[in-house]
């Protein structure tokens, strides 16, 4: 099979990773298709199985690590596992799309680890922890105790930062837009 590229944006939860990600698929000439990936945790709000996530329950997910059929995963917070399918991938590529994986910085990192060639690896920075929090507590969608524990695990993943082949700082969003798509352009027509 043919491999596309692959093209990894990793950041701490309520960074604006996901409104770059979405800008990214929207230019048609990247031709990309987004990783839908697996997790255990609950759906929130209107998310669509099969479109944001495939929701399955803890118990399935440690079924399918113990079948070796992920790309990579993590429980990236406790008792909740995300992680990407190597057949979503295939399929992908199949398809003869670039991917792009909105994941965690660990999972991101691998999967620069395994595909070096076919990966850009993109890390994007909140502009600082206590915006972070401000985001977060404006999106409305969780708890207090799970908006701290977000927070409290983006200082960790800040110090990843340096390991990712560029760094976009998303503190002016049209900006940020802009260097990521001319990131992803660059990448994608070498
Ligand atoms: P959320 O619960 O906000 O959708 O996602 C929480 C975190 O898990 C985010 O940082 C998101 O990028 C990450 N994530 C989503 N899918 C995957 C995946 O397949 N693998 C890994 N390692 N992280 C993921």
């Not at 701490?12 to 697996?38: M, R, Y």
């Not at 760094?167 to 940020?176: S, V």
């Amino acid at each position: 099979m043919k491999k596309g590229k692959l093209l990894v944006f990793s950041a701490p939860s309520g960074s604006g990773k996901t409104t770059i990600v979405k800008h990214l698929l929207a230019q048609p000439e990247l031709n990309l298709a987004f990783s839908v990936s697996v997790t255990s945790r609950d759906k929130r709000g209107d998310e669509v199985d099969g479109k944001d996530y495939y929701f399955i329950s803890a118990r399935e997910f440690k079924d399918k690590i113990k079948a070796d059929k992920f790309l990579e995963w993590e429980e990236v917070y406790r008792d909740n596992f995300y992680g990407t399918l190597k057949t979503e991938v295939e399929r992908l590529w199949a398809e003869g799309k670039n991917v792009i994986f909105d994941i965690d910085v660990v999972g991101g990192l691998r999967i620069k680890k395994k595909f070096p060639k076919e990966t850009l690896s993109v890390f994007v920075k909140p502009p600082s922890v206590d915006e972070l929090k401000r985001r977060l507590k404006k999106r409305q969608t969780e708890s207090e105790d799970k908006i701290n524990m977000r927070v409290a695990k983006a200082s960790i993943e800040m110090a990843t930062a340096p390991q990712f082949d560029y760094i976009i700082t998303n503190d002016h969003l049209e900006t940020a837009l802009e260097d990521a798509v001319t990131l992803a352009t660059d990448f994608i027509n070498v």
